[in-house]
């Protein structure tokens, strides 16, 4: 553990110079072999995933700045570099804004389970646009925007959608400069 912190302050800022954001760095051992697993997320204001190119070059870059680590004990090590998968759970506010404009399923503290729409994300809470249930073969209908506490939020996911929605179909309104979207009231 205390190995995956030090690895953690040494890579963020080789990380960082590469426009991306460290999310995660576990160490395995294996008799005198280890693992160094490291998660790359793009910045929260980013739209999309990482892709193979940024992936190959911050590999690149990671493996140099491990191998000229002064603090390094001289043991054999395999770099493996990925990035969040679509559906890890939504564990952190900057998780919540990175999937603004998606659709999510909640599982909160004291209500049903619910699955709806992110609109605006804040430190201490989220907009959401819950789905309501219909009955199967029919159009979901959209219920009014509701704001949930992290607090009461067990667990979050993004579920993936096949069928892309328009923005009309959405009736989300994305603010350039912020990146927070809006339902065409004041948040």
Request: aromatic letters at 4%; glycine letters at 8%.
């Amino acid at each position: 553990m205390a190995e995956a912190q030090r690895l953690l302050a040494l890579l963020t800022p080789t990380v960082e110079a590469a426009g991306l954001f460290l999310e995660d760095v576990k160490v395995q051992m294996a008799g005198a072999h280890r693992t160094v697993s490291v998660v790359v997320d793009l910045p929260e204001t980013e739209v999309g995933g990482v892709g193979l190119d940024a992936i190959s070059q911050v590999s690149r870059a990671l493996s140099e700045t491990m191998d000229t680590d002064p603090h390094d004990d001289g043991q054999p090590y395999d770099l493996e570099i990925s990035s969040p998968g679509a559906t890890r759970p939504l564990t952190e506010p900057r998780h919540w804004r990175r999937a603004l404009g998606r659709m999510v399923k909640v599982n909160a503290i004291d209500r049903e389970n619910l699955m709806g729409r992110i609109l605006a994300v804040e430190d201490d809470s989220v907009l959401l646009k819950p789905e309501i249930p219909v009955k199967k073969g029919m159009k979901a209908k959209q219920g009014e925007p509701e704001k949930l506490l992290f607090t009461t939020i067990r667990r979050g996911v993004v579920e993936i959608e096949f069928a892309r929605l328009d923005e009309a179909e959405l009736d989300l309104e994305f603010e350039a400069a912020g990146g927070d979207a809006a339902d065409g009231e004041d948040s």
